[in-house]
């Protein structure tokens, strides 16, 4: 995956995401530690995504923080960490995400849109903590947009991170659309 593809934000996510690894002596950077990575940037978008999915935040940080204590720990590592090879898979299905919405980048949304499909202890827990589910009707339409595009005819508001992240992105593939016009 080409890390100019990432937005910033994600980027960060992923960079703060090697730091929580290496701050807990864990050998490998997993979902869990992205997860744990988006949930504490203080002007990202993934709590509000998730909010409005319905999904408690508070008790799912809570939740991720012991999930990561319970991960294995290697002493003396030197702070070398190797990215998991549950985290390449669920970078791969973002990138797969963003490419069927035609985004030219691949953002935090897809990440969570990765995840509301995962098995991992990441996609449990976020599944655990609201409603997340998969559903075909939203996963093949952009209902509504969170950036300002206005919402679709009948729909309040979203349902679950489906939901969610399909609305924040609808808005920001139509805005990439206009510009390229």
Same mark, same amino acid.
């Given at each position: 995956? *080409?890390?100019? /593809?990432? +937005?910033? @934000?994600?980027?960060? !996510?992923?960079?703060?995401?090697? $730091?929580?690894?290496?701050?807990?002596?864990?050998?490998?950077? &997993?979902?869990?530690?992205?997860?744990?990575?988006?949930?504490?940037?203080?002007?990202?978008?993934? *709590?509000?995504?998730?909010? #409005?999915?319905?999904?408690?935040?508070?008790?799912?940080?809570?939740?991720?923080?012991?999930?990561? @204590? #319970?991960?294995?720990?290697?002493?003396?590592?030197?702070?070398?960490?190797?990215?998991? *090879?549950?985290?390449?898979?669920?970078?791969?299905? !973002?990138? @797969?995400?963003?490419?069927?919405?035609?985004?030219? %980048?691949?953002?935090?949304?897809? %990440?969570?849109?990765?995840?509301?499909?995962?098995?991992?202890?990441?996609? /449990?827990?976020? /599944?655990?903590?609201?409603?997340?589910?998969?559903?075909? %009707?939203?996963?093949?339409?952009?209902?509504? $947009? %969170?950036?300002?595009?206005?919402?679709?005819?009948?729909? +309040? &508001?979203?349902? =679950?991170?489906?939901?969610?992240?399909?609305?924040?992105? !609808?808005?920001?593939? =139509?805005?990439? *659309?206009?510009?390229?016009?």
């Amino acid at each position: 995956m *080409r890390q100019d /593809r990432l +937005t910033t @934000k994600f980027q960060e !996510a992923l960079a703060d995401a090697q $730091s929580i690894a290496v701050g807990n002596d864990n050998p490998y950077i &997993e979902p869990l530690h992205v997860l744990a990575a988006m949930l504490r940037q203080p002007d990202g978008g993934t *709590r509000s995504v998730l909010q #409005r999915a319905g999904v408690a935040t508070a008790p799912l940080v809570a939740a991720v923080d012991s999930a990561l @204590k #319970r991960l294995p720990q290697v002493s003396g590592n030197d702070g070398q960490v190797q990215v998991g *090879r549950e985290l390449v898979g669920l970078l791969n299905q !973002a990138d @797969k995400e963003a490419q069927k919405r035609g985004d030219s %980048f691949i953002a935090s949304e897809m %990440f969570l849109l990765a995840l509301a499909d995962d098995k991992s202890d990441a996609g /449990r827990l976020a /599944r655990e903590h609201g409603r997340i589910e998969c559903d075909s %009707f939203i996963r093949g339409h952009g209902i509504c $947009s %969170f950036r300002g595009m206005g919402r679709s005819p009948g729909v +309040t &508001e979203p349902r =679950n991170i489906r939901t969610a992240v399909a609305n924040t992105t !609808a808005g920001s593939a =139509n805005s990439n *659309r206009e510009a390229e016009a």
